[in-house]
T-cell receptor, first 114, second 115 residues
Framework: AQSVTQLDSHVSVSEGTPVLLRCNYSSSYSPSLFWYVQHPNKGLQLLLKYTSAATLVKGINGFEAEFKKSETSFHLTKPSAHMSDAAEYFC????????????FGTGTQLKVEL | EAGVAQSPRYKIIEKRQSVAFWCNPI?????LYWYQQILGQGPKLLIQ????????DSQLPKDRFSAERLKGVDSTLKIQPAKLEDSAVYLC?????????????FGSGTQLSVL
């Protein structure tokens, strides 16, 4: 079985300050981990993915995430938030050989204030 | 490159009525997925197709939900009869293949309200 837990349902930051969205995973197999972003009235977009290569993964729009097996975590960070980053973010787990079946977390709503 | 197309964008029906959603994936994508996203939750996989065959429908409520992809291209998801708890956004996604090497592309979804 596989699952993800997003520790914060809402995160609020000021523009220009760092962003941290937390995610812990559980998987019986070697996991593949993803972060997706969902802007209002738009489709889900892949930010980045980890599939057993480098543990620090860089994605689009300045986001990055670090896979920590000992902590079963895959937190998403960005050094400096921009107003356009306001959206819902989903941590997602799959596993090699799992047919690309994605298991989504419950999401974290990121608010960026001036 | 055209994205994943879904219609309608919104649908409002009364309980016990039937409804159908349509999805046209990106050209050449063999794998197609239907997800259900209830408000406040992450998307949940309902069914996965590889070409015109079903790979996984373990979470599809088969007593009321059905889906087909007859020619291995576009797909239809049907609910009959609808229940209040079916109110959700129904997302279609496609990818070139089944492994995690391939990125999923999502459509904008169909928002269903069951009254």
């Amino acid at each position: 079985a596989q699952s993800v837990t997003q520790l914060d349902s809402h995160v609020s930051v000021s523009e220009g300050t760092p962003v941290l969205l937390r995610c812990n995973y559980s998987s019986s197999y070697s996991p593949s981990l993803f972060w997706y972003v969902q802007h209002p009235n738009k489709g889900l977009q892949l930010l980045l993915k980890y599939t057993s290569a480098a543990t620090l993964v860089k994605g689009i729009n300045g986001f990055e995430a670090e896979f920590k097996k000992s902590e079963t975590s895959f937190h998403l960070t960005k050094p400096s938030a921009h107003m356009s980053d306001a959206a819902e973010y989903f941590c997602v787990v799959s596993f090699t050989g799992g047919g690309n079946k994605l298991t989504f977390g419950t999401g974290t709503q990121l608010k960026v204030e001036l | 490159e055209a994205g994943v197309a879904q219609s309608p964008r919104y649908k409002i029906i009364e309980k016990r009525q039937s409804v159908a959603f349509w999805c046209n994936p990106i050209s050449g994508h063999a794998t197609l997925y239907w997800y259900q996203q209830i408000l406040g939750q992450g998307p949940k996989l309902l069914i996965q197709f590889q070409n015109n065959g079903v790979v996984d429908d373990s979470q599809l409520p088969k007593d009321r939900f059905s889906a087909e992809r007859l020619k291995g291209v576009d797909s239809t998801l049907k609910i009959q009869p609808a229940k209040l708890e079916d109110s959700a956004v129904y997302l279609c996604a496609s990818s070139p293949g089944q492994t995690t090497y391939f990125k999923l592309f999502f459509g904008s979804g169909t928002q269903l309200s069951v009254l």
